[in-house]
């Protein structure tokens, strides 16, 4: 099985502060037939299902603000939030897909500072 | 627009069983890959079973093989889970996810809002 690992587990962000979530897989998610990375992001608010956020590792979902990025490559990939709202507050979420078991990350919890 | 609505969910008792239905519309449900995917309480997200379009092939995780079932009615635009010997550790929030079209292997860009699934005596 492939393991997700993200870090931090939370954190605290100032609004219109730079947020960072780091994300790491036990085995490369780059298929080189198409040079796609089989990673991507979700965001979790209490009381709600997952959302979409990021696909390909950097592609944005239809719909989500740009302040959301997706960057990296092979194990190593990072959700940036350029600019905190107060409505990101949430639980961040990475997952593979390029092999199952599908596995997800264990959660990023980010907060208002 | 898409809806995915799960229903079947509820208290049952160790080594019981429980059906849950996903109620699909507002997208031509046939050609999709279908997925469960489970939440346990205040912790992360999990990966249960898929299911491809015409239902023949079929994954689960190693945790489930052998008592949960997935299965779906392209008539009925229907996804099901058969849970059987259900076990306190089989509780959780249970959503049913749209995956691809074309590939087993897409992101998840539509969740239902989850069936809570209960194993307790």
């Known amino acids: 099985d492939i393991v997700m690992t993200q870090s931090p587990d939370s954190l605290a962000v100032s609004l219109g502060e730079r947020a960072t979530i780091n994300c790491k897989s036990s085995?490369?998610?780059?298929?080189?037939?198409?040079?796609?990375?089989?990673l991507a992001w979700y965001q979790q608010k209490p009381g709600q299902p997952p959302k979409l956020l990021i696909y390909?590792?950097?592609t944005r979902e239809s719909g989500v603000p740009d302040r959301f990025s997706g960057s990296g490559s092979g194990t190593d990939f990072t959700l940036t939030i350029s600019s905190l709202q107060a409505e990101d507050v949430a639980v961040y979420y990475c997952?593979?897909?390029?092999?199952?078991?599908?596995?997800f990350g264990q959660g990023t919890r980010l907060e208002i500072k | 627009e898409v809806q995915l609505v799960e229903s079947g969910g509820g208290l049952v008792q160790p080594g019981g069983s429980l059906r849950l239905s996903c109620a699909a519309s507002?997208?031509?449900?046939?050609?999709?890959?279908m997925h469960w995917v489970r939440q346990a309480p205040g912790k992360g997200l999990v990966w249960v079973s898929r299911?491809?379009?015409?239902?023949?092939?079929?994954t689960y995780a190693d945790s489930v093989k052998g008592r949960f079932t997935i299965s779906r009615d392209n008539a009925k635009n229907t996804l099901y889970l058969q849970m059987n010997s259900l076990r306190a550790e089989d509780t959780a929030l249970y959503y049913c996810?749209?995956?691809?079209?074309?590939?087993?292997?897409?992101?998840?860009?539509?969740w239902g809002q989850g069936t809570l699934v209960t194993v307790s005596s």
């Open positions: 996810v749209r995956g691809g079209d074309r590939s087993s292997t897409t992101s998840y860009d539509s």
């Open positions: 507002g997208f031509t449900f046939s050609p999709y890959w």
């Open positions: 299911i491809n379009s015409d239902g023949v092939d079929t």
């Open positions: 085995r490369s998610l780059l298929y080189s037939s198409n040079n796609n990375n089989y």
């Open positions: 390909w590792a950097s």
């Open positions: 997952q593979q897909y390029y092999s199952t078991p599908i596995t």
